[in-house]
């Protein structure tokens, strides 16, 4: 009965994780679509042309798209 209820318990985890990850995330998504976007951004704040909350601000406005 315990190793039933084992073997159960791990199909149903394994079940769940392999969902999580067939859904992409909106980032993901959307560097298929625009590839340069996200990238000239994260660019930008490296270099320090940007600061963090213009940042933050850009990229939030991407993800929404």
């Known amino acids: 009965m315990i190793g039933f209820l084992l073997i159960l318990g791990l199909a149903i ?3 769940y994780q ?3 990850r067939a859904v ?5 998504v959307f ?3 625009y590839p340069g976007a996200l990238a ?3 660019e930008r704040f490296a270099r320090g042309e940007i ?3 213009e ?3 850009r990229n939030n ?3 929404k798209h």
Request: proline share 4%; aromatic share 12%.
């Open 55 to 57: 940042y933050r601000s």
């Open 18 to 20: 392999s969902g999580r």
């Open 31 to 33: 560097e298929e679509i």
């Open 40 to 42: 000239i951004l994260n």
């Open 24 to 28: 992409p995330s909106k980032a993901a």
């Open 51 to 53: 600061g963090e909350e």
């Open 61 to 63: 406005q991407i993800l």
């Open 13 to 15: 985890y394994f079940i």
